[in-house]
Nanobody, 124 residues
């Protein structure tokens, strides 16, 4: 089992940047495929980015491609989401998720473990 804790959210102006962190405890996160999802008020949770176990394969949602970068640090048991050129439509609660599989997935139901979320608000 793994516990996930997100941090790094906040309020930023459009065009700005934030880096989200997801610290894993318990089993090392190198045993899991990891992902970031987000959920805006009144909307369903949506896929943002995912990285396979070992970091070989990375996916991005079309809406964030070219602006967001996912990465992992095995030594720190942490996965990051660097978010640049932020837009008001990026405003949401961002969640880190893990699944005990080599490959990542883009649907929330594929993930077994979730963090509590961190709020990202982008002002226009």
């Amino acid at each position: 089992q793994v516990q996930l804790v997100e941090s790094g959210g906040g309020l930023v102006q459009a065009g700005g940047s934030l880096r989200l962190s997801c610290a894993a405890s318990g089993r090392t996160f190198s045993n899991y495929a990891m992902a970031w999802f987000r959920q805006a008020p009144g909307k369903e949770r949506e896929f943002v980015s995912a990285i396979s176990r070992g970091g070989v394969v990375i996916y991005y949602a079309d809406s964030v491609k070219g602006r967001f970068t996912i990465s992992g640090d095995n030594a720190k048991n942490t996965v990051y989401l660097q978010m640049n050129s932020l837009k008001p439509e990026d405003t949401a609660v961002y969640y880190c998720a893990a699944r005990s599989s080599v490959l990542q997935a883009t649907t929330p139901s594929a993930y077994e473990y979730w963090g509590q979320g961190t709020q990202v608000t982008v002002s226009s």
